[in-house]
């Protein structure tokens, strides 16, 4: 009978890791930054909203993927919720809606935003229906070429276009694509409103 029909097992001696398996894990590793680096500097990476100047759109701590790819092939649109490099101090971060695009002309009135452009020279209201917190700014600027004017949903508390100026097309680095968290408000293109 041998050792293994009596139940018992003899002592194996282990045998030297083989190089193999470190290399095999060096080539992972540079094949998994070689996928994530571009993925997170060309086309998507996380941010976390901080302050209440979205709010009641964002909130401080929401958890969200910025898509960086579509303004890189495409422009801004009104409405969309954008993540840019502040002009005033590129090294922070912020989060605004587009609300007016170059060439346009934004007055603001109260709480009331009226835009014109050469399809509609005599201006046209737009509807907001995310805005909670109003506003009584007065104001008209005309955008020059590659200037956006973005302002936060909580018009009573965001620094915005009204405050530090314009923004460059330069600084926008792109639009909130997914919120993962808090998880009772995941969604795809938070924020997004069609009715412009």
């Keep these: 009978m041998t050792s293994e029909e009596n139940g018992s097992l003899s002592p194996t001696i282990p045998s030297p890791p083989k190089k193999e398996g470190f290399w095999d894990l060096v080539k992972f590793a540079i094949l998994a930054l070689l996928i994530v680096v571009p993925i997170r500097t060309f086309i998507a990476q996380p941010f976390i909203v901080s302050g209440s100047s979205m709010v009641p759109t964002f909130h401080n ?21 954008v993540v840019f490099k502040w002009p005033k101090d590129t090294t922070k971060y912020f989060i605004k809606r587009v609300i007016g695009l170059p060439g ?3 007055k603001i009135t ?18 907001e229906p995310y805005v909670k917190n109003k506003s009584e700014d007065t104001m008209e600027i005309t955008l020059p070429a590659g200037q956006y004017f973005v ?46």
């Design 61 to 81: 701590s929401d958890y969200l993927i910025v898509d960086e790819l579509s303004y890189r092939v495409g422009e801004p649109s009104r409405g969309d919720v």
């Design 104 to 106: 346009e002309t934004v």
């Design 110 to 127: 109260g709480s009331t935003i009226v835009i014109k452009n050469k399809d509609n020279p005599d201006g046209f209201m737009l509807a």
């Design 151 to 196: 302002m936060g949903d909580n018009r009573s508390g965001s620094s915005d276009s009204r405050a530090w100026g314009t923004l460059p097309r330069s600084l926008m680095v792109g639009r909130a694509l997914v919120r993962l968290f808090p998880v009772g408000d995941i969604s795809v293109l938070p924020g997004k409103f069609n009715n412009y």
